[in-house]
Antibody, heavy 121, light 111 residues
Framework: EVQLVESGGNLVQPGGSLRLSCVVS????????MNWVRQAPGKGLEWVSA????????YYADSVRGRFTISRDNSKNTLYLQMNSLRADDTAVYYC??????????????WGQGTLVTVSS | QSALTQPASVSGSPGQSITISCTKT?????????VSWYQQHPGKAPKLIIY???NRPSGVSNRFSGSKSGNTASLTISGLQADDEADYYC???????????FGIGTKVTVL
């Protein structure tokens, strides 16, 4: 069974940093693109970032480029999102989601349960 | 404002069919080749129900179907059931380095 489990969400002050993790199991992690998608309270989904299976190709939404860094450790089956210079509008549930073998976003399946990041003083 | 426009809400009675549209409204989105649809119940993670415009993942009911014509993709739910009451999001490739965009979401209410 494919499983994705996020962790690392917390309350952080504006300007602070946080690192999210997503541990996966049930598939060959290093073959697949992985994504982070977030959802602000009561709002819709927003794609945040993606990383190819090898880690050699990385993509960001304009809203986080320069502040967030996606990475992966294929030896640990773990995806990361380092978030710096956090702002109030970064407050959201952050989901990791499995992509396909190629970078093109042809459907994210499955998703983790999400981890809540709250940016507030 | 999303580059993909969806109606805020759609409703129908049990057994009826409803259709949710997803229209590419921004010229910044030069892709729109790989349209996906997700169902999200309150407090739950999204679930993929359609990929590549019209394909259903294994285990997804055939009551869900997808199509696309020009700049508008559509999700049709036939034989509406109470459990179909949820939020539905479309997504698409952008053809740029931002890779992916989601629609604003549509709340489906079963009357």
């Amino acid at each position: 069974e494919v499983q994705l489990v996020e962790s690392g969400g917390n309350l952080v002050q504006p300007g602070g940093s946080l690192r999210l993790s997503c541990v996966v199991s049930g598939f060959n992690f290093n073959n697949y693109v992985m994504n982070w998608v977030r959802q602000a309270p009561g709002k819709g989904l927003e794609w945040v970032s993606a990383i190819s299976g090898s880690g050699g190709s990385i993509y960001y939404a304009d809203s986080v480029r320069g502040r967030f860094t996606i990475s992966r450790d294929n030896s640990k089956n773990t995806l990361y999102l380092q978030m710096n210079s956090l702002r109030a509008d970064d407050t959201a549930v952050y989901y990791c989601a499995k992509g396909g073998i190629a970078v093109a976003p042809r459907g994210f399946d499955p998703w983790g349960q999400g981890t809540l990041v709250t940016v507030s003083s | 404002q999303s580059a993909l426009t969806q109606p805020a809400s759609v409703s129908g009675s049990p057994g009826q069919s409803i259709t949710i549209s997803c229209t590419k409204t921004s010229s910044d989105v030069t892709g729109y080749n790989y349209v996906s649809w997700y169902q999200q119940h309150p407090g739950k993670a999204p679930k993929l129900i359609i990929y590549d415009v019209s394909n259903r993942p294994s285990g997804v009911s055939n009551r869900f179907s997808g199509s696309k014509s020009g700049n508008t993709a559509s999700l049709t739910i036939s034989g509406l059931q109470a459990d179909d009451e949820a939020d539905y999001y479309c997504s698409s490739d952008t053809g740029s380095s931002t890779l992916c965009v989601f629609g604003i979401g549509t709340k489906v209410t079963v009357l």
